[in-house]
């Protein structure tokens, strides 16, 4: 008779609400800096390349370094990477403040992205060997990724609102008194937890792992920014070259820096895929519904922000309810019935038109919903298929997962659009329009606009309805796509998952699977937990 796991307590909940809040600032400085571009331009002088540099270096660092750290948590111990990384947070986000160059800025938001992959997998890891309980775990990653999902929402608009007060590196800096709190309370509130026989930390895999990441991250968001080109193919192959050398050391070596045997159920494996699909159709079509909402529909940066709030509002009780769901239903059908909820919602998309705001604000709200539930249920699964003593590595491998779907759906999902949107603009009847104004609004709907700006007011007008209807074939292409994607994944998820139990069962019943983690891996190391 299996002994039922210990449930959580007051201190425990307390610790989890001390995990949200690096977790929300994390995800905030994804996106807080968009606003500040204007600005900091500006005020440092950066090139184009520099600018892209600026940007897009954090998210670079987060992905390339999170299997490394999740796997470094492992060995020296969750809470104590997670106090580093917040100093380090801290300490980078003054820097980042007050840089005087843009290669100050550079450097210190690659910085803060090292700092960052440290959080996120701590946070997730801690999460893991807080609670034992698997419904009170589900209930606790819900809100974890609610977290996740407010700051990502919160980034632009709590930027737009220290701009309107202060100057762009002020930011940065929301983040120093969250870091200093949790470096006050955290070693109060958070156990540690660690791997006994941890060994040492193999840095050539490290560094293979983060060339890896890194280059594929690299060349797929050059692909979906610039089109398919010599140097975004040598990224990924390059990429793809070093993350072979990476997975051929991990074998042989007798302590590795990710344990492979993670990789040996369909539990773990299926989860991944899932997660990675799910972010790359909330990342694509994010990043055309933004557009629209500036560009078709005409609406400031601050106001767009401010529409996508429903989604999120709409996603947080979902994701707090989905564990409850659980419960009484397999987790696989109710993450394949979100998946077919957020194809309805893709379905929406493919009928907005000029004037759809009401239609695509719908659209979205339904397919964040389905996809929360997905997101929800997935990384549970995902962080619980492995042992505790590797929870670190998998949350490590679950956040990278996540990344490297966030860039896939941009490039893929950003190529199809672009594709439809050219053959649009090229069908069009703008014979009286300049030749150059017509090539620069054949590279994109930022481009139109800008080249009706310079324009005669008949032609212009022209130019940008013939740009938005194209844009809108565009949009319709790719929530046509992303709803035939999770509609095959829903599939997938209710067949090759369905024999995962529910989150909680009746203590009598046997907890192992099929898919249950090889002994080998269960029983490789011990880890210890101390208060």
């Given at each position: 008779?299996?002994?039922?796991p210990?449930?959580?307590g007051r ?9 949200a809040?690096p977790t929300l600032l ?6 807080v800096?968009h ?7 500006e005020?440092l ?12 270096i ?6 390339g ?8 948590g ?7 990477l ?7 947070f ?9 840089s005087?160059?843009?290669?100050m800025l550079?450097?210190?938001r690659?910085l ?7 959080l ?11 609670f034992?309980?698997?419904v ?7 809100i ?10 919160l980034?632009?608009?709590v930027?737009?609102a220290?701009l ?17 709190l949790?470096l006050?309370?955290g070693?109060k ?12 930390v193999d840095?050539v895999?490290a ?12 060349g ?8 398919p080109?010599?140097?975004?193919a ?11 050398a990476?997975?051929r050391?991990q ?10 045997a ?9 989860a991944?895929v899932a ?7 909330m990342m694509?079509?994010n990043?055309?519904a933004?557009?629209?909402l500036?560009?078709?529909?005409g609406?400031?940066p601050?106001?767009a922000?401010?529409w996508?709030?429903p989604m999120?509002?709409?996603?947080i009780p ?5 564990p409850?769901?659980?419960r009484r ?7 394949a ?8 919602g893709?379905?929406i998309i493919?009928?907005?038109?000029v004037?759809?705001?009401a239609v695509?604000v719908?659209?979205?709200v339904?397919l964040f919903?389905g ?9 549970d699964m995902a962080?619980?298929?492995?042992p505790?003593?590797?929870a670190?590595?998998?949350s490590?491998?679950?956040?990278t ?8 759906g941009l490039?893929v ?8 949107y050219r053959?649009?603009i090229?069908d ?5 329009v ?12 930022g481009?139109?606009?800008r080249?009706?700006?310079?324009l005669p007011q008949q032609?212009s007008?022209?130019l940008?309805?013939s740009?938005?209807a194209?844009f ?6 790719v929530a046509?796509?992303c709803?035939?994607v999770?509609?095959v994944?829903?599939v997938?998820?209710?067949v090759?998952?369905r024999?995962t139990g529910?989150?909680a069962g ?11 983690p ?9 880890a210890?937990?101390?208060?």
């Amino acid at each position: 008779m299996v002994v039922a796991p210990a449930k959580a307590g007051r201190r425990e909940w307390i610790g989890l609400a001390m995990l949200a809040l690096p977790t929300l600032l994390v995800s905030m400085d994804l996106t807080v800096l968009h606003l500040a571009v204007p600005d900091l331009s500006e005020d440092l002088r950066p090139s184009s390349t520099q600018l892209l540099w600026i940007v897009d270096i954090y998210g670079f660092m987060i992905a390339g370094w999170m299997v490394t750290a999740g796997t470094v948590g492992d060995h020296i111990g969750r809470r104590r990477l997670l106090l580093y990384g917040a100093a380090a947070f801290a300490g980078a986000s003054v820097l980042a403040a007050f840089s005087t160059s843009a290669e100050m800025l550079i450097v210190t938001r690659g910085l803060l992205g090292i700092a960052g992959a440290t959080l996120m997998p701590s946070t997730m890891a801690l999460i893991r060997n807080m609670f034992h309980d698997e419904v009170q775990r589900s209930r606790a990653i819900g809100i974890w990724m609610t977290s996740f999902m407010v700051g990502a929402t919160l980034g632009p608009l709590v930027g737009g609102a220290l701009l309107d007060a202060f100057w762009w590196g002020a930011v940065f800096l929301m983040g120093v008194p969250v870091m200093v709190l949790l470096l006050v309370f955290g070693p109060k509130m958070l156990p540690e937890y660690r791997t006994d026989d941890a060994g040492r930390v193999d840095f050539v895999s490290a560094l293979l792992s983060l060339i890896a990441v890194l280059a594929v991250v690299y060349g797929i968001k050059q692909i979906a920014e610039q089109g398919p080109t010599l140097a975004a193919a040598a990224a990924v192959v390059a990429g793809a070259l070093a993350g072979v050398a990476f997975v051929r050391r991990q074998r042989a070596s007798s302590d590795p820096l990710l344990d492979l045997a993670l990789f040996s159920t369909a539990r773990f494996n299926t989860a991944i895929v899932a997660l990675l699909l799910n972010s790359a159709v909330m990342m694509g079509i994010n990043f055309f519904a933004a557009q629209y909402l500036q560009l078709v529909h005409g609406l400031p940066p601050l106001e767009a922000g401010l529409w996508t709030l429903p989604m999120t509002l709409a996603g947080i009780p979902v994701a707090l309810l989905t564990p409850s769901v659980a419960r009484r239903i397999r987790p696989a059908y109710v993450m394949a019935f979100g998946l077919l909820v957020a194809a309805a919602g893709f379905g929406i998309i493919t009928q907005v038109d000029v004037s759809g705001l009401a239609v695509l604000v719908t659209g979205t709200v339904v397919l964040f919903v389905g996809l929360a539930a997905m997101g929800v249920l997935g990384t549970d699964m995902a962080v619980s298929a492995a042992p505790p003593e590797r929870a670190g590595a998998a949350s490590a491998v679950t956040s990278t997962g996540n990344e490297l779907g966030g860039a896939l759906g941009l490039a893929v999902l950003g190529s199809i659009g672009s594709a439809v949107y050219r053959d649009g603009i090229a069908d069009s009847d703008l014979g009286a329009v300049p030749a150059e104004a017509t090539a620069s609004a054949g590279e994109s709907l930022g481009g139109a606009v800008r080249a009706s700006a310079e324009l005669p007011q008949q032609l212009s007008g022209d130019l940008l309805d013939s740009a938005r209807a194209a844009f809108l074939d565009s949009l319709h292409a790719v929530a046509l796509t992303c709803a035939v994607v999770v509609t095959v994944l829903a599939v997938a998820v209710a067949v090759l998952l369905r024999n995962t139990g529910r989150p909680a069962g009746p203590p009598d019943l046997p907890q192992d699977s099929p898919d249950t983690p090889s002994p080998d891996l269960r029983t490789k190391t011990a880890a210890s937990a101390t208060p």
